[in-house]
C-alpha cells in the first residue's frame, strides 16, 4: 500500500516514518507539515492510505478530508480523542491516540490492509482551490471560462459569479477534464459554453467575447468544424 501522512508536528511524521520503514506490505511515498500542500498532493496523487492529524492550523483534518474529491483510507493520529466520533463517521479505518505504540500502529496497518484494494482512480467532477481564506469547491459544469490575472486566475462561473485564486493558467489547465479549451495565453475555454465563432473572436452563450490567438487557431477550427 502506498501511504501519506500529513500532520503539522514533525516529530509525529518521523514516527510515522520510522514505524512504516519497519513495516512490509506499505510505503510511504509523501508526508507533509502544511495541510494545503498535503491536500493538494493527494488530490493529485492519491494514496492507498492517509494518515491524517484532526486538530491543524491551516485546515482541520475532517474538513480536509470532506473536500477531497474521493477520500482513500483514512488512519486519523491525533491527541484530541474528543474527535474520535466525528473521524469513525468518516469511516476512518483506525484512530491512533498519541502517543501510540508500533504494536498499536501495527495492528491499524493490519486492519488497513484487510480492506486494502488496488486503487482505482474516478473521474472528478470537481476542483478545489485557495480562495476567500478556504478549500473551495468548483464543479467543472458550473465554469464557463478561465481568464490569467499574472500571478492569479480568475475563474468565471455560471450565474455572473467568479473566483480570485493564486494559481497558473498552466497548472489549473492540469486539473481540467476533456471539454476545456486553450484558446489564448490568458484564456480557458469550456467547449460546452462556446456559441460561436469570427474571425478572431469567441462568442460564449453568456455573451462574453474572448479573442483566439494565432497559437490555438488551428485546433479550434478543427473542433468547430461540421462533421
Same mark, same amino acid.
Given at each position: 500500500?502506498?501511504?501519506?501522512?500529513?500532520?503539522?508536528?514533525?516529530?509525529?511524521?518521523?514516527?510515522?516514518?520510522?514505524?512504516?520503514?519497519?513495516?512490509?506490505?506499505?510505503?510511504?511515498?509523501?508526508?507533509?507539515?502544511?495541510?494545503?500542500?498535503?491536500?493538494?498532493?493527494?488530490?493529485?496523487?492519491?494514496?492507498?492510505?492517509?494518515?491524517?492529524?484532526?486538530?491543524?492550523?491551516?485546515?482541520?483534518?475532517?474538513?480536509?478530508?470532506?473536500?477531497?474529491?474521493?477520500?482513500?483510507?483514512?488512519?486519523?493520529?491525533?491527541?484530541h480523542k474528543?474527535?474520535?466520533?466525528?473521524?469513525?463517521?468518516?469511516?476512518?479505518?483506525?484512530?491512533?491516540?498519541?502517543?501510540?505504540?508500533?504494536?498499536?500502529?501495527?495492528?491499524?496497518?493490519?486492519?488497513?490492509?484487510?480492506?486494502?484494494?488496488?486503487?482505482?482512480?474516478?473521474?472528478?467532477? $470537481? @476542483?478545489?482551490?485557495? *480562495? !476567500?481564506?478556504?478549500?473551495?469547491?468548483?464543479?467543472?459544469?458550473?465554469?464557463? +471560462? =478561465?481568464? %490569467?490575472?499574472?500571478?492569479?486566475?480568475?475563474?468565471?462561473?455560471?450565474?455572473?459569479?467568479?473566483?480570485?485564486?493564486?494559481? $497558473? @493558467?498552466?497548472?489549473? *489547465? !492540469?486539473?481540467?477534464?476533456?471539454?476545456?479549451?486553450?484558446?489564448?495565453r490568458s +484564456? =480557458?475555454? %469550456?467547449?460546452?459554453?462556446?456559441?460561436s465563432f469570427?474571425?478572431?473572436?469567441?462568442?460564449?452563450?453568456?455573451?462574453?467575447?474572448?479573442?483566439?490567438?494565432?497559437?490555438?487557431?488551428?485546433?479550434?477550427?478543427?473542433?468547430?468544424?461540421?462533421?
Amino acid at each position: 500500500m502506498n501511504a501519506i501522512a500529513i500532520d503539522d508536528e514533525p516529530l509525529a511524521l518521523e514516527i510515522i516514518r520510522d514505524f512504516c520503514g519497519r513495516m512490509p506490505g506499505i510505503e510511504l511515498i509523501a508526508f507533509f507539515d502544511d495541510a494545503v500542500t498535503g491536500r493538494q498532493f493527494v488530490e493529485d496523487h492519491p494514496p492507498d492510505l492517509l494518515f491524517l492529524d484532526i486538530h491543524m492550523p491551516d485546515i482541520n483534518g475532517l474538513d480536509l478530508v470532506n473536500s477531497l474529491s474521493a477520500p482513500p483510507m483514512l488512519i486519523f493520529t491525533t491527541a484530541h480523542k474528543e474527535f474520535a466520533l466525528e473521524g469513525f463517521e468518516l469511516e476512518a479505518v483506525d484512530y491512533l491516540l498519541k502517543p501510540f505504540s508500533f504494536g498499536r500502529f501495527e495492528k491499524a496497518i493490519h486492519k488497513a490492509a484487510k480492506f486494502y484494494q488496488p486503487h482505482k482512480q474516478p473521474q472528478p467532477d $470537481s @476542483l478545489f482551490v485557495y *480562495a !476567500e481564506y478556504r478549500m473551495m469547491k468548483i464543479l467543472f459544469t458550473d465554469i464557463i +471560462y =478561465i481568464e %490569467s490575472l499574472d500571478d492569479y486566475i480568475k475563474i468565471h462561473l455560471k450565474n455572473g459569479r467568479f473566483i480570485l485564486t493564486l494559481l $497558473s @493558467l498552466k497548472k489549473v *489547465a !492540469e486539473k481540467l477534464p476533456a471539454g476545456f479549451m486553450r484558446i489564448h495565453r490568458s +484564456y =480557458i475555454v %469550456s467547449s460546452k459554453q462556446i456559441d460561436s465563432f469570427l474571425g478572431r473572436k469567441l462568442r460564449l452563450i453568456s455573451g462574453a467575447e474572448l479573442p483566439v490567438s494565432e497559437t490555438y487557431l488551428p485546433a479550434l477550427q478543427q473542433w468547430m468544424k461540421p462533421s
